[in-house]
């Protein structure tokens, strides 16, 4: 699945409070309705959603935190049904942003 960067903006944008949550602890219930947003955007976009979300916050995001993120993001999407993303949507949104 190749998605454009760009496509993504908007989903991280509105999912944006479950990263931040989820990077730091427990994704609080009022955002739990953005949770599976986030868990896409992350699984779809991989480092690029990562440097963005760090733009956005201003704050460097620990590699263990988001490994930890991006392995339940992906573990969620593949209990959906989902492949895995990383590999070809981070590859692709590398290349459209040269």
Same mark, same amino acid.
């Given at each position: 699945?190749?998605?454009?960067?760009? =496509?993504? +903006?908007?989903?991280?944008?509105?999912? =944006?409070?479950?990263? &931040?949550?989820?990077?730091?602890?427990?994704?609080?219930?009022?955002?739990?309705?953005?949770?599976?947003?986030?868990?896409?955007?992350?699984?779809?976009?991989?480092? +690029? &959603?990562?440097?963005? &979300?760090?733009?956005?916050?201003?704050?460097?995001?620990?590699?263990?935190?988001?490994?930890?993120?991006?392995?339940?993001?992906?573990?969620?999407? +593949?209990?959906?049904?989902?492949?895995?993303?990383?590999? +070809?949507?981070?590859?692709?949104?590398?290349?459209?942003?040269?």
């Amino acid at each position: 699945m190749k998605i454009p960067f760009g =496509l993504l +903006e908007p989903l991280i944008i509105a999912a =944006l409070p479950a990263i &931040v949550n989820g990077l730091t602890g427990e994704i609080p219930a009022e955002h739990q309705e953005k949770k599976q947003m986030a868990y896409l955007a992350v699984a779809c976009g991989g480092t +690029e &959603v990562k440097k963005y &979300v760090e733009t956005a916050t201003e704050t460097r995001i620990d590699d263990a935190a988001w490994a930890k993120f991006t392995a339940d993001a992906q573990a969620d999407m +593949e209990a959906a049904g989902c492949p895995n993303l990383f590999a +070809e949507a981070d590859k692709y949104i590398q290349l459209e942003s040269l």
